[in-house]
C-alpha cells in the first residue's frame, strides 16, 4: 500500500482544513486507517483511527474537531479538522495498517496560526 496525503497548510486559529490521504494497492479496504501527527520536538501521536469496519477512535486532541471518514471505493481516508488551534500545528501522516505491517504517506503540514 502507497499513501499520498495531501491538503496542509496554513490556517487561523478557528479555521478549517481538511487532509486527505490517497492509497494504492489492493487491500486498502482490509487495512485500519489512521492520521497520525508529530509536531516539533515531539512524538509522532494518534490523532483517529477508522477499523475495516468503520469503529471510529479519536485521540482527545481532536475529539469534538476533527472528524475521520474512509471511502473504499476511492482508496482514500479524510481528516476533516475544524475549530483548529495553534497546537494542532504539525506534520500530519496518514497511516494504514494490515496484518501487523503499517504503511506511511509522507506527511502533510499544518500550520495555525494565532
Known amino acids: 500500500v502507497q499513501l499520498q496525503a495531501s491538503g496542509g497548510g496554513l490556517v487561523q486559529a478557528g479555521g478549517s482544513l481538511r487532509l486527505s490521504c490517497a492509497a494504492s494497492?489492493?487491500?486498502?479496504?482490509?487495512?485500519?486507517l489512521a492520521w497520525f501527527r508529530q509536531a516539533p520536538g515531539k512524538e509522532r501521536d494518534l490523532v483517529a483511527r477508522?477499523?475495516?469496519?468503520?469503529?471510529?477512535y479519536y485521540a482527545d486532541s481532536g475529539k469534538g474537531r476533527f472528524t475521520i471518514s474512509r471511502d473504499n471505493a476511492k482508496n482514500t481516508v479524510s481528516l476533516q479538522m475544524n475549530s483548529l488551534k495553534v497546537e494542532d500545528t504539525a506534520v500530519y501522516y496518514c497511516n494504514a495498517g494490515r496484518l501487523g505491517i503499517d504503511y506511511w504517506g509522507q506527511g502533510t503540514q499544518v500550520t495555525v496560526s494565532s
Open positions: 477508522i477499523s475495516m469496519l468503520g469503529y471510529i
Open positions: 494497492g489492493r487491500t486498502f479496504s482490509r487495512c485500519a
